[in-house]
C-alpha cells in the first residue's frame, strides 16, 4: 500500500504515525504519493516546443514551470511569442557607443538580444559610467528630467543622481525666486495671504519660512500686556481668561511660564 496513497491518509487507515509511514517508505525506495501530480504522457512531449510555454500549460492544465522543466529535461527548445525583427545597420552601428541598459530603451530590444548581437559582432561594451561632458552638465535642470535623459541618451535615473549630486533643484516652469520684498513678509502674515500676494505656492511660503526659522503668524496670538500679567496668581484661571478674554490653556500656561501658584477659591 506504500506509494499508492499519501503517509498521512495511509497512517490513518493503518493506524500508524506518520513518521512511522514515510521512513518505511523512504527504507523501501518507494516514491511519495501526490494525487495532483499527473504523469506524463507521450502525447504531452510531442507537444512541448511546438508553441509559447504559457499556451502549453493552458492545453496541459499544467503550471508553466512544469512545462519549462520538463522541456529542458527532454532539451527542447522553447518557441518565442514574436520572431526577433531583423537588425539594421543603423543599430548595429549603436551597439558599444552607450551602455546596454541605455540601447534597451532606445532600441526597443532586450538586454539579452543586445549582449549577444554585440558579442557577435565583437564590439566592446560601453561602461556604464561614462564621463559626462560640460554640455551634458549644463542641460541638468534646465528641463524635465526625462527630457535631459532623452536628449543625451542616459538613463532619468543617472540624470536625476547627477543633478542632486550638483545640488540643481528640479525643472519647473511655475517655480521662481524669492525677492527680499518676498522674504520680508515672511511671519508678518499668515502663510496663505503671503502666498496670495507673492504668487508662490502655500507650501512653499511654509518651507521657506521654516527655512528661514521664522515663526507662524497667529492673529489670534497677542503679545500679554502688564496688566494682563498682573491678574496671573490674583485671580484663578477661569477669572482671569473671563477678563483678559483668553482661553483657559493659554492663561494656565501663562501662569505656570511665570512659576505662579494658582489662589484657592474661597480664600
Not at 549603436?94 to 549582449?115: F, K, M, N, Y
Not at 515672511?186 to 512653499?204: E, W
Not at 494682563?228 to 473671563?242: M, N
Amino acid at each position: 500500500m506504500l506509494g499508492t496513497m499519501p503517509d498521512k491518509k495511509l497512517a490513518r487507515r493503518l493506524k500508524r504515525s506518520y513518521e512511522a509511514v514515510a521512513v518505511r517508505r523512504l527504507n523501501k525506495g518507494i516514491p511519495f504519493c501526490n494525487p495532483k501530480r499527473k504523469t506524463w504522457r507521450a502525447e504531452d512531449d510531442k507537444v512541448l516546443g511546438t508553441r509559447p510555454d504559457d499556451h502549453i500549460a493552458l492545453l496541459l492544465r499544467r503550471t508553466v514551470d512544469a512545462i519549462k522543466l520538463r522541456r529542458r529535461k527532454l532539451g527542447i527548445r522553447s518557441k518565442r511569442t514574436r520572431l526577433s525583427r531583423p537588425w539594421t545597420k543603423d543599430e548595429d552601428q549603436l551597439l558599444g557607443t552607450q551602455p546596454d541598459p541605455e540601447l534597451v530603451r532606445r532600441l526597443g530590444r532586450s538586454l539579452e538580444a543586445i549582449r549577444n548581437r554585440r558579442r557577435k559582432l565583437g564590439v566592446q561594451a560601453a561602461p556604464l559610467d561614462k564621463a559626462w561632458t560640460p554640455r551634458e552638465l549644463k542641460l541638468l535642470g534646465t528641463m524635465p528630467d526625462k527630457d535631459v535623459a532623452r536628449f543625451i541618451a542616459r538613463g532619468i535615473a543617472t540624470v536625476r543622481f547627477h543633478r542632486h549630486k550638483l545640488g540643481l533643484p528640479p525643472h519647473n516652469p511655475v517655480w521662481k525666486p524669492w525677492t527680499e520684498a518676498e522674504l520680508a513678509l515672511l511671519g508678518k502674515f499668515t502663510d496663505a495671504k503671503v502666498a496670495a500676494r507673492t504668487g508662490h505656492p502655500v507650501g512653499s511660503v511654509k518651507m521657506q519660512r521654516c527655512k528661514l526659522g521664522i515663526p507662524c503668524c497667529n492673529p489670534r496670538n497677542r503679545s500679554w500686556s502688564p496688566e494682563e500679567d498682573a491678574l496671573l496668581g490674583k485671580f484663578s484661571d477661569q477669572e482671569v481668561s473671563r477678563q483678559t478674554h483668553r482661553t483657559f490653556a493659554a492663561v494656565r500656561t501663562r501662569r505656570i511660564a511665570h512659576g505662579l501658584a494658582e489662589p484657592i477659591v474661597g480664600k
